[in-house]
């Protein structure tokens, strides 16, 4: 089975399947945009492999929004390569006893729901 993203499917079409019924696309008052929002977390989508860099922006967008910062990360490999990412996820939040939710979604999932959350 091909765990690979069609390459037709962006960030954008995963933010509006995980993200439905939040408000997107959201400019802040410094000037970035938070992916999604809800009455207390600030969300950051992106792929699995650029997970170092979805925890930056979605702390940026929580410092501005005084919301918890969140994650939603779309697997674009063989789940293998996902579950490093993961693993990746937990050695930095816990080292840095980040409080974060962070969602582990495969491109097959049809709804946020569907998706493997935590909470740190």
């Known amino acids: ?18 993200c439905a019924g939040m408000p997107q696309e959201r ?9 999604c929002i809800t009455d207390r977390l600030a969300i950051e989508v992106d792929w699995t492999h650029k997970w170092a860099e979805a ?3 979605s702390m940026l ?3 501005a929004t005084e919301k918890l910062p969140a994650i939603i990360l779309v697997c674009k490999v063989a789940p293998a390569g996902c579950l490093k990412h993961e693993y990746l996820i937990n050695e930095a939040v816990a080292y840095w ?3 974060i939710t ?9 709804s946020l729901s569907e998706c493997k959350r935590r909470d740190y």
């Open 102 to 110: 962070v969602w582990l979604c495969m491109p097959s999932d049809t």
């Open 97 to 99: 006893k980040l409080p």
């Open 27 to 35: 400019v802040l008052p410094n000037g970035t945009r938070v992916d």
């Open 55 to 57: 925890i930056g922006q």
């Open 1 to 18: 089975m091909c765990f690979s993203v069609a390459h037709s499917d962006t960030e954008s079409e995963y933010r509006s399947r995980f």
């Open 61 to 63: 967008y929580s410092a």
